[in-house]
């Protein structure tokens, strides 16, 4: 017997044996890869699609055989056969592949993954090329809370909150940041992902930005770019430090400097504050006020502001609440929903809102408000769309936009530095997390992570909102 014969046809064997099923799941709308797909196997296996919409599919004792697949996400629907199961059955070969169409019930379509781990995995087990520099680990990032953005010295900038990473179930609690090129400068269309620059420690990790003083960890929101009287463009951030169990003992108001690539306290205040900068802000120019510049400050609602200025932006006493219908200083306001009465267009619901962004739109003619609801059918899970001809509103209709089963889907950003076609496409993102929730499960590799979607404001389903 020629034993090098038989070795060497146990390790070609093994090696076609070894070759994964590519399962890719489509938008059957957009026919483009849907992430975030949950197919799981009878005996309980579950695989979840990367942002590619891709599964590498490689159990053994599974190959070479019919398999089925249940089939779930989020805001999607696979269509019952005749025993009321959602799945298919697929014949699994080394090497083969298979495609499968899913209907989209959401408005908004999901695109991908933009921080943490393996956003790419199945793509690269498969050899397939991927959108972004970084497909599987970037600056051993593995999971981010709720982002902040802003375009400063060219580049965009993205901050985040308590992050995560592979060497202990504590991360980073003293916001890491990065930068980004912008589309039509270097930059990726948004479309297809985000080149994300970590500013990296020693250690490879993403390090702290903004480490004020104290002890707890150190969130900033809030995030301006003004400039001062020279001219010179700054960087400035409201932060907070946090002690258990959430508690906010010291705020305060930092700065970027350029040559640390890191914020530096400008100043503090007693955290009890009526009015103060917050959320993601807006600079406009106010017609009713001599066309003077100012920050609006929403989350999502835009009931806070104070003149465009550096050092305005650092004197509380300065900034005004919108009450009863006009700006007064010092005025407490609960600039969240005490202005604002939503109704669900379809159901007449009343929708309480929690957090978000309120944003000029070309297309619309309007201000857009992309924010999620507080309670709902998913607590902190469900999006919405709301518009006005003022950003004071009235905000009264509103179309859901964006469902998760017990699932959170918090802080939503609308990137409008992103929109496209005049505004008609338009990009947001938020973090996907079970806290909250009240879902045990935590899914792989997505569970505390920034997801984009991308939403088309020509949607015949926008329509029946009232912005007047």
Known sequence: MNYLLVFLGVILAAETTSKPFAIEVIDEQTLRGVPLVELTTTSGITYVTDSAGLVAFDEPGLMNQRVFFSVKSHGYEFPKDGFGMRGVALNITPGGSAQIKIK??????????VTGAGIYRDSVLLGRETPIRQPLLNAK????????????????????????????????????????????????????????????????FARATAKMPGEGPTWIDGLTVLRDASGRERLLAAFAKVRPPLTVYRRGICAWNDEKSEFELLTEYEPDQPLMPFGHPVVRRSPADGDAEY??????????????????????????GYVRGTWQ????????????????????????????????????????????????????????????????????????????????????????????EGGRIIYFEGTYTHTFSGNPHQTPRYDYNQIMYRLDLGDERLQKVSGE
């Not at 989209?104 to 993954?113: D, G, H, M, T, V």
Request: net charge neutral; proline share 6%.
């Open 295 to 320: 920050v609006y400050f929403g989350d999502p609602f835009p009931f806070v502001r104070v003149r465009a200025t550096v050092d305005d932006f650092q004197h509380l006493e300065r900034y005004e």
């Open 141 to 204: 990032v593995h999971g981010s809370d709720s982002v902040q953005t802003a375009i400063y010295g060219g580049k965009l900038h993205w901050f985040w909150g308590d992050t995560n990473w592979p060497a202990y179930p504590l991360g980073l609690f003293h916001t890491p940041g990065a930068t980004s090129r912008l589309p039509g400068n270097g930059g990726l269309d948004p479309s297809r992902g985000v080149n994300l620059e970590y500013f990296i420690g020693d250690n490879g």
């Open 104 to 113: 989209r019930l959401n408005i908004a379509e999901r695109l991908y993954r």
């Open 329 to 420: 200083r010092g005025a407490r306001v609960n600039p969240t929903a005490d202005l604002v009465v939503l109704r669900d267009v379809v159901t007449k619901k009343i929708v309480k809102a929690h957090r978000g962004t309120v944003r000029w739109n070309t297309f619309r003619q309007k201000w857009i408000a992309i924010f999620v609801e507080e309670g709902g059918s998913s607590p902190l899970g469900e999006v919405w769309y709301a518009e006005s001809a003022a950003p004071e509103g009235p905000w009264t209709d509103c179309v859901k936009i964006v469902t998760h089963d017990r699932y959170s889907f918090y802080n939503p950003m609308h990137h409008s530095y992103f929109d496209q």
